[in-house]
């Protein structure tokens, strides 16, 4: 059972920044692709965005420009910068890990953490 551990969430002011982190215990961390996923209040969870082994991105629109997503596979860790933020960016974030290879709904999911964005 992988088990994923995210860090970095908080209260911060529109137009600031946030980093968030994901440390994965799976053994096949660097072969799997990983994602960060949010759920605003009322809403359903979205995909923000998703890096494949080889290091390919993929970004919601919405966060395109804004949102870098990197991995570190030496240290088993996934990343998410957030810059220019806005209250619409307000959700619990997940980090998920294709860990079954049959997407990350069947896959491995983090406990997730608040992030605030205050207008």
């Known amino acids: 059972q992988v088990q994923l551990t995210e860090t970095g969430g908080g209260l911060v002011q529109a137009g600031g920044s946030l980093t968030l982190s994901c440390l994965s215990s799976?053994?096949?961390?660097?072969?799997?692709?990983m994602a960060w996923y949010r759920q605003a209040p009322g809403k359903q969870r979205e995909s923000v965005a998703t890096?494949?082994?080889?290091?390919?991105?993929n970004y919601l629109d919405s966060v395109k420009g804004r949102f870098t997503i990197s991995r570190d596979n030496n240290k088993k860790m996934v990343y998410l910068q957030m810059n220019s933020l806005k209250p619409e960016d307000t959700g619990i974030y997940y980090c998920?890990?294709?860990?079954?290879?049959?997407?990350?709904?069947?896959?491995?999911w983090g406990q997730g953490t608040q992030v605030t964005v205050s207008s």
């Open positions: 799976g053994i096949s961390f660097s072969i799997n692709n």
């Open positions: 890096i494949t082994r080889s290091g390919y991105t």
């Open positions: 998920a890990e294709d860990s079954s290879g049959f997407g990350f709904e069947r896959g491995s």
